[in-house]
């Protein structure tokens, strides 16, 4: 699966996965073959971060 190129829709696609679908980043990263601190990065810079206890980038 293709991910989101840009950063709004990724946010947006990341935390729907992670509400839906994943207990965790850890989970979501392994299953769907994420590097999980490119996703990281990426997402903050664009100014989110994640919440390890919401499971959520906000």
């Known amino acids: 699966m293709e991910l989101p190129q840009d950063p709004n829709m ?9 509400r839906d679908y ?5 989970a979501l990263c392994d299953d769907m073959h ?6 990281i990065e990426k997402l903050k810079a664009a100014g989110f971060e994640y919440n390890s206890e919401q ?4």
């Open 34 to 39: 994420i590097d999980k601190e490119w996703l």
């Open 10 to 18: 990724l946010f947006s696609f990341i935390n729907m996965k992670l």
């Open 55 to 58: 499971n959520k980038f906000w």
């Open 22 to 26: 994943y207990p965790s980043l850890e």
